[in-house]
């Protein structure tokens, strides 16, 4: 019982003392408050921080709400108000590249770009153009529309199975240049089936050794190997995309003006003709279109006039 009685003057004594301290805290307060001290200059510097600090925050925040909101805006017939002042300093171009044709999807393509008024790429499979009197009168739809060019795909498109085609050089290399026979092109250009593989001048990119031979020898005998920079997948029955206008519209936005594409202020979209079969992908295009042309400094162009 004597312990406990001890115990309890111990524990009332530990109180008052803590509020004498906390007496006194808050009476030096008050008389650093009446003079001017070093403490106080030093408080007013360290609120000057704080304020700074807090200034700091809001403006991060502020931007990135901007980044949010250029993320989530979408450009359908609106003006593009995120358009930074380099965007006006040089020319920007946009190549729109469709493969596998021709197919179902084609013809649509062929109109679109008529209607839009823009130049569009082709890479056709030679295979393809001999299958069908449809298949070839889109290749013929092609060919006449001065807004198109054409170029190499293969002729048998490998057959999908990549690494057996590219397994032997100059078989792929004839299988090419049967293909430019096949569908009359005039353009020595080629994309190799499964591979992103350039080779424009001196300069190249290999994805995927496999195909690289068969890129050298293209090369040694006039071709030139065109890869992408970005792709854009759509369901071509149900025409839903991999990714919205909005977002594919940004990725190739920030492509041109961080200067990251394979080639600076060049971006190469890679898409394919049966992904427009339907009405829905055929919007999306059109929306997607529409987007690029907001920007007066934006200019689709043709794969031969892609810079060495």
């Not at 290749?139 to 293969?154: A, F």
């Not at 002729?155 to 032997?168: E, G, P, Q, R």
């Not at 025409?239 to 936005?253: A, C, E």
């Amino acid at each position: 019982m004597g312990k406990v009685i001890k115990s309890s003057f111990v524990l009332m004594g530990l109180g008052i003392a803590s509020l004498g301290l906390w007496s006194c805290n808050q009476n030096s307060g008050k008389k650093e408050e009446k003079g001017v001290t070093v403490d106080s200059v030093q408080h007013k510097k360290d609120s000057l921080i704080v304020v700074q600090d807090s200034i700091t925050k809001v403006d991060s925040l502020r931007k990135d709400s901007i980044t949010k909101m250029e993320a989530n805006v979408s450009y359908s017939g609106a003006k593009d108000t995120t358009v930074l002042l380099t965007d006006s300093v040089s020319p920007r171009y946009i190549y729109l590249t469709f493969d596998d044709g021709p197919l179902n999807g084609s013809q649509y393509l062929d109109s679109i770009a008529t209607a839009k008024g823009i130049k569009i790429n082709a890479f056709l499979i030679g295979e393809h153009d001999k299958m069908s009197k449809k298949l070839h009168g889109y290749t013929e739809r092609y060919k006449n529309n001065p807004l198109v060019d054409c170029y190499n795909h293969s002729y048998w498109h490998a057959h999908n199975k990549y690494s057996t085609f590219y397994s032997n050089p100059q078989t792929a290399f004839e299988d090419f240049e049967l293909a430019e026979q096949s569908l009359g092109l005039e353009h020595k250009i080629v994309r190799l089936p499964g591979r992103n593989i350039w080779y424009v001048g001196d300069r190249k990119k290999v994805d995927l050794k496999s195909g690289a031979s068969t890129a050298e020898l293209l090369h040694q005998n006039g071709y030139k190997i065109m890869g992408w920079d970005c792709e854009w997948k759509i369901n071509g029955v149900t025409g839903k995309p991999d990714l919205s206008v909005n977002q594919l519209y940004t990725q190739m936005k920030n492509l041109l003006r961080k200067g990251t594409s394979y080639t600076k202020n060049n971006v190469v979209l890679l898409t394919h003709d049966n992904m427009y079969q339907t009405k829905k992908g055929q919007k999306l295009l059109s929306d997607l279109i529409d987007s690029l042309k907001q920007h007066p400094n934006y200019r689709f162009e043709f794969m031969r006039n892609y810079p060495q």
